[in-house]
């Protein structure tokens, strides 16, 4: 198990805004170092030859045609808007007059 002692617990709680018993802040601290510890095993992994990606597996876009279809009713459209008035989605005002 990797050694907690190298990680302020209450440095770490302060940039989470969160506070900690002594209790909370022993077993955090533990978890931790076993969390750092096993991201000092994952670098001695030698990956020289692995190419690097974003993800695990290949990813492509998939498009499909642009084609024109039946437009929505306006009842459909207007079916979940909070406020509705003339066919039209009611939204607070948010520019003053100029």
């Known amino acids: 198990m990797a ?3 190298e990680i302020d617990i209450d440095y770490v709680a302060k940039l989470a805004r969160i506070e900690l018993t002594p209790d909370e ?9 076993q969390i750092l510890g096993y991201f000092r095993k994952l670098s001695e992994i030698d990956v020289s030859g692995v190419e690097p ?20 009713s306006v009842e459909d459209a207007l079916m ?3 406020a509705k008035r003339d066919n039209q989605i009611v939204v607070p005002k948010v520019v003053d007059d100029a």
């Open 80 to 82: 979940n808007a909070p």
């Open 25 to 33: 802040k022993e077993k955090f601290s533990r978890q931790l170092g």
């Open 53 to 72: 990606s974003a993800h695990a597996h290949a990813v492509y876009n998939v498009w499909r045609d642009d084609v024109e279809g039946e437009p929505m």
């Open 3 to 5: 050694d907690s002692a």
